[in-house]
């Protein structure tokens, strides 16, 4: 397949948009959506689909809604948000809209030295949509690099409040129209932001990389506003540092930003997260956080060990090999000895932790089973980091030993009698179902059950439990479900249909009763499920 991406046609789009959901997720938040194997396995076949619901979208397509799901998800400690799964077909959808777009809202952008997030740079052969090598750790390092400057005496740091679910649509939509004047696309994806705010008018999806394109697109003013003014700054989605002369320099430009923000986009900045501070001051927090050194700001081995490439995509099928090139490196760490000392800390560093359970991945079967009897043997000190934690545990489930998998499998079961703030949280909930599919046994189908049963209301999670039910072939429990078909969530729906195949003769004369009910998308997925099972396990799929 070639790198290359023309954006003078659609379909183009729509094959970037399924490339990049097959190969990398929906969004960076949820767990990753068994559609990713339908898209891959029926790539022309959605790609057909996608194109006739953009010639319909305003007649009978549009009848069958854009499904989302709101989830509440934990940040850090004490902070949460809220994240939103949009319905795969309709994802794929939205994305190739915005694909198609993509390049003209690119190149009005202020420079990579300016602002370093989502640079738009397509790679159709790895699925990919953003240049990797303007990233967030480019963008801390060339702010370290700019305070060379001797007439920097202090930074003004500061962040957008509640950036994504604020972005005001009426201020969007007439950046979108600028770039899309003819409105052939800006229109359809208005009335899609419409659908998935549920008619406010503000918000975009938290988490997918549509809304990661149009929020740039959204701070581009402001952008072109602070360049205007000879203000040197540089930007990483909604997080500013600004670099002043003076104390009072740093006074001014604060003002302007905030009134500008206010003004033109309805956004204002976080109280607690906006600080003017010596550029001595910056430099020393600001590399701490790079190197993940907090407390211990001039150790060496933690800058050294911060510094490996590891990125870990917890869903590649070579999500282990791909760490080959840094095993020798990782000879120099005691990971383990790193471990127990970051849980000696009052607070854990969260992205030196998040950096050093990845890194298990690329160690040995002893090592890395080790590793999550410590780490589920703390989980309440590392509960910032739980996701994570859970999928290194779910990528590396069959590297775990036998009493590894019964300690954690035990200690799931402890959290959810407790009803445990850790599993609070339907994003943890979904994750920990999620890993429960790896293993086949009696313990992890009692868990999943007792999870479905205890979050009726959750849609996100009796989807996951619904799939990982499937995948261990839990075949009393999808039978005793499917009586409930018709009055299920669509998303639910359409994971039945696909779990009927393992249901054998009962699942077929159960389809053939319900066909009729069936709507063009959930037709896609009967005929791929169908497909699958003959072809090959369809449980691998899921």
Same mark, same amino acid.
């Given at each position: 397949?070639?790198?290359?991406?023309?954006?003078?046609?659609l379909?183009?789009?729509f094959e970037?948009?399924?490339?990049?959901?097959?190969?990398?997720?929906?969004?960076?938040i949820?767990?990753?959506?068994?559609?990713?194997?339908?898209?891959?396995?029926?790539?022309?076949?959605?790609?057909?689909?996608?194109?006739?619901?953009?010639?319909?979208?305003?007649?009978?397509?549009?009848?069958i809604?854009?499904?989302i799901i709101?989830s509440?998800?934990?940040?850090?400690?004490y902070?949460?948000?809220?994240?939103?799964?949009?319905?795969?077909?309709?994802?794929?959808?939205?994305?190739?809209?915005?694909?198609?777009?993509?390049?003209?809202i690119?190149?009005?952008r202020?420079?990579?030295?300016?602002?370093?997030?989502?640079?738009f740079?397509?790679?159709?052969?790895?699925?990919?949509?953003?240049?990797?090598?303007?990233?967030?750790?480019?963008?801390?390092?060339?702010?370290?690099?700019?305070?060379?400057?001797?007439?920097?005496?202090?930074?003004?740091?500061?962040?957008?409040?509640?950036?994504?679910?604020?972005?005001?649509?009426?201020?969007?939509?007439?950046?979108l129209?600028?770039?899309?004047?003819?409105?052939?696309?800006?229109?359809k994806?208005?009335?899609?932001l419409?659908?998935?705010?549920?008619t406010?008018?503000?918000?975009?999806?938290?988490?997918?990389?549509?809304?990661?394109?149009?929020?740039? /697109?959204?701070?581009?003013?402001?952008?072109?506003l602070?360049?205007?003014?000879?203000?040197?700054?540089?930007r990483?989605?909604?997080?500013?540092?600004?670099f002043?002369n003076?104390?009072?320099?740093?006074?001014k430009?604060?003002?302007?930003?905030?009134k500008?923000?206010m003004?033109?986009?309805g956004?204002?900045?976080?109280k607690?997260?906006?600080?003017?501070?010596?550029k001595?001051e910056?430099?020393s &927090?600001?590399?701490a956080?790079?190197?993940?050194?907090?407390?211990?700001?001039?150790?060496?081995?933690?800058?050294?060990?911060?510094?490996?490439?590891?990125?870990?995509?917890?869903?590649?099928?070579?999500?282990?090999?791909?760490?080959?090139?840094?095993?020798?490196?990782?000879?120099?760490?005691?990971?383990?000895?790193?471990?127990?000392?970051?849980?000696?800390?009052?607070?854990?560093?969260?992205?030196?932790?998040?950096?050093?359970i990845?890194a298990?991945?690329?160690?040995?079967d002893?090592?890395?089973?080790?590793?999550?009897?410590?780490?589920?043997n703390?989980?309440?000190?590392?509960?910032?980091?739980?996701?994570?934690?859970i999928?290194?545990?779910?990528?590396?489930?069959q590297?775990?030993?036998?009493?590894?998998?019964?300690?954690?499998?035990?200690?799931?079961?402890?959290?959810?009698?407790?009803?445990?703030?850790?599993?609070?949280?339907e994003?943890?909930?979904?994750?920990?179902?999620?890993?429960?599919?790896?293993?086949?046994?009696?313990?992890?189908?009692?868990?999943?059950?007792e999870?479905?049963?205890?979050?009726?209301?959750?849609?996100?999670?009796?989807?996951?439990?619904?799939?990982?039910?499937?995948?261990?072939?839990?075949?009393?429990?999808?039978?005793?479900?499917?009586?409930?078909?018709?009055?299920?969530?669509?998303?639910?729906?359409? /994971?039945?249909i696909?779990?009927?195949?393992?249901?054998?003769?009962?699942?077929?004369h159960?389809?053939?009763?319900?066909?009729?009910?069936?709507?063009?998308?959930? &037709?896609?997925?009967?005929?791929?499920?169908?497909?699958?099972?003959?072809?090959?396990?369809?449980?691998?799929a899921?």
């Amino acid at each position: 397949m070639s790198n290359e991406f023309d954006s003078s046609k659609l379909e183009n789009c729509f094959e970037l948009a399924l490339e990049n959901i097959i190969k990398h997720g929906d969004t960076d938040i949820f767990p990753y959506p068994f559609e990713s194997r339908l898209f891959e396995d029926d790539k022309e076949k959605v790609k057909t689909a996608l194109m006739q619901t953009f010639n319909d979208f305003e007649n009978k397509r549009i009848e069958i809604p854009p499904n989302i799901i709101n989830s509440f998800s934990s940040i850090g400690y004490y902070g949460y948000r809220w994240a939103t799964q949009i319905d795969p077909f309709w994802n794929a959808f939205f994305l190739g809209l915005v694909l198609k777009i993509a390049d003209d809202i690119e190149r009005n952008r202020s420079t990579k030295t300016q602002v370093y997030s989502y640079r738009f740079k397509p790679n159709l052969a790895e699925g990919s949509l953003f240049d990797k090598d303007i990233s967030w750790r480019k963008y801390q390092e060339d702010s370290i690099s700019e305070c060379s400057n001797d007439e920097i005496k202090y930074v003004l740091t500061c962040d957008i409040a509640d950036f994504y679910p604020r972005i005001y649509h009426h201020r969007l939509e007439n950046a979108l129209d600028r770039v899309d004047p003819n409105k052939d696309y800006s229109g359809k994806i208005k009335k899609l932001l419409q659908t998935f705010s549920e008619t406010k008018s503000y918000g975009v999806p938290v988490g997918c990389p549509a809304s990661r394109i149009l929020a740039e /697109l959204a701070l581009d003013s402001i952008d072109k506003l602070l360049s205007m003014n000879r203000i040197n700054y540089k930007r990483y989605v909604d997080d500013f540092v600004i670099f002043c002369n003076s104390r009072e320099d740093a006074h001014k430009i604060l003002t302007l930003l905030s009134k500008k923000l206010m003004e033109n986009e309805g956004l204002t900045l976080q109280k607690q997260k906006t600080n003017i501070v010596t550029k001595e001051e910056f430099l020393s &927090v600001t590399k701490a956080k790079l190197h993940g050194n907090d407390e211990d700001e001039e150790s060496p081995m933690k800058a050294k060990f911060m510094s490996l490439p590891i990125r870990f995509d917890p869903y590649s099928a070579n999500a282990i090999e791909e760490y080959e090139e840094i095993k020798e490196s990782l000879k120099d760490f005691d990971l383990l000895a790193m471990l127990s000392s970051e849980l000696q800390k009052s607070k854990i560093n969260q992205s030196f932790s998040k950096h050093l359970i990845k890194a298990f991945s690329a160690t040995s079967d002893e090592i890395i089973s080790s590793a999550f009897k410590v780490m589920f043997n703390n989980v309440h000190e590392l509960y910032p980091i739980f996701t994570t934690i859970i999928q290194v545990a779910n990528s590396n489930w069959q590297k775990l030993s036998a009493e590894t998998k019964d300690i954690i499998l035990d200690k799931i079961t402890t959290l959810i009698k407790r009803d445990s703030y850790i599993l609070s949280t339907e994003l943890n909930l979904a994750y920990v179902a999620r890993m429960l599919s790896k293993e086949n046994s009696e313990k992890s189908t009692l868990i999943l059950s007792e999870i479905y049963n205890n979050n009726p209301e959750s849609i996100l999670v009796k989807n996951i439990v619904t799939q990982s039910m499937a995948k261990i072939n839990s075949y009393a429990w999808l039978s005793d479900i499917k009586k409930n078909f018709s009055a299920m969530h669509p998303l639910q729906r359409r /994971l039945l249909i696909v779990s009927s195949y393992i249901l054998g003769d009962e699942g077929r004369h159960w389809r053939e009763h319900n066909k009729k009910t069936f709507n063009f998308v959930e &037709v896609i997925y009967r005929d791929w499920a169908s497909k699958r099972h003959t072809a090959r396990n369809l449980e691998d799929a899921l």
